[in-house]
């Protein structure tokens, strides 16, 4: 189960489109930083903070050989907020069907 402050990172992390493009490049494998960054119009420094938010979301893991740094991806935060997601849409739609259902049982009754 995710916490709030869980979900809370994980969607904000999401919530980015380079971010979001970095993590389906990392589906196919782990990548050093640099490969990562290529095929970015900006600086290895600003695609690092982009990796950096999804290393507090847990989204990504780093691995350090020596002086080079690979990212592979961590799918369980993802996992947790489509849960969340899952869990809150069947709250609602179980609501709305309730209220559609006394709403038509109204309107026959009138």
Known sequence: ?????????????????????????????????????????????????????????????????GREHFISYRPEPLDAAAAWIEETRNFWASRLDTLERLLREEDKNK
């Not at 420094?45 to 893991?61: G, M, P, Q, T, W």
Request: proline share 5%; no cysteine.
């Open 1 to 65: 189960m995710s916490t709030p402050r869980t979900l809370d990172r994980t969607l904000t992390a999401l919530a980015d489109p380079t971010r979001r493009t970095i993590l389906q490049r990392l589906s196919a494998g782990e990548m050093r930083v640099t490969e990562l960054a290529r095929p970015f119009s900006m600086s290895l420094n600003a695609v690092s903070k982009h990796i950096l938010v999804l290393e507090r979301a847990r989204l990504v893991k780093r691995r350090r050989l």
